[in-house]
């Protein structure tokens, strides 16, 4: 059986929260929330004792925090927090799954809070269970299949499953955007060639590496920008200097960082 809530707001806040829950109090029950919003949304300092939480933004990037360390996870990958553990979660994007389960994903046995790979199977029975019309017997079958399309993400940058060469530098890169490493730098750790590298990035996003790498950096800065200064967001997603990241934030967006912050993206849109 599911339950479904239709909750309105006020801005900043989730517009609209629907729950699905099915076996609810069992140890093989799962809570899916669909969160829609037009502005970031703040999971503070959330700390949930009894069940495991999974987030994922399929459409946009997750600011995260836990312990000292703030990092960014996107599309491709969730985020997992092992029940009783703190973290801090801001999302952008209008659209967050967040998934609460009594029992630990086989493939992250171990992993107090961090990034997770998740399976496009995986991510399509969340989508599945998140919606009408799913009787128990099915949304068991589909906890099953995201249970095991979890896995904890690798810490080293390794050709893994569910991609090429660009798809792994990509899910390295939107972790860490600030991160430096060159085209040719990237190449070597995955023993290519740059050019092959670079084909493989315009054919799987259609731009070349350091094209990818600005949008991402900015896409990013959009998830701190109202709650950091824009000194300290330029440094957090790579930019040498926080002139540097306020000409390419105009040239994206049509507006400064301060402006985007201040009036929030409606004001702002991609030329």
């Known amino acids: 059986m599911s339950l479904r809530g239709h909750v309105h707001t006020v801005a900043g ?129 589909s906890r099953v299949r995201i249970m095991a399309g979890l896995a904890a993400t690798a810490a080293t940058v390794s050709l893994g499953a569910g991609g090429g060469y660009a798809a792994t530098v990509a899910r390295a890169l939107t972790r860490d955007p600030a991160d430096p490493t060159s085209l040719g730098e990237w190449a070597d750790r995955l023993h290519v060639s740059t050019k092959t590298l670079q084909r493989d990035f315009e054919r799987e996003y259609g731009m070349a590496y350091t094209r990818w790498r600005t949008v991402l950096r900015l896409k990013a800065s959009r998830v701190l920008l109202d709650r950091h200064p824009v000194t300290e967001v330029a440094h957090l997603v790579g930019y040498a200097s926080p002139s540097a990241f306020v000409a390419a934030f105009a040239r994206e967006y049509g507006c400064t960082p301060g402006r985007h912050a201040t009036r929030r993206a409606p004001i702002c849109h991609p030329g």
């Open 13 to 141: 806040d989730p517009a609209v929260c629907d729950e699905y829950g099915y076996r609810l109090g069992r140890p093989d029950g799962i809570l899916v929330l669909h969160y829609r919003f037009d502005e970031p949304v703040d999971f503070t300092e959330r700390r949930q004792d009894l069940l495991h939480q999974i987030y994922w933004a399929p459409a946009g990037m997750l600011a995260v925090r836990h312990g000292n360390q703030t990092g960014f996870i996107g599309p491709t990958e969730v985020f997992w927090a092992h029940r009783a553990v703190t973290h801090e979660i801001r999302a952008d994007g209008g659209v967050l799954y967040r998934v609460c389960l009594r029992e630990i994903p086989a493939g992250l046995v171990g992993l107090a809070a961090g990034a997770a790979t998740i399976t496009p199977e995986a991510a399509e029975q969340i989508q599945r269970l998140a919606g009408p019309g799913c009787d128990e017997t099915e949304a068991a079958d």
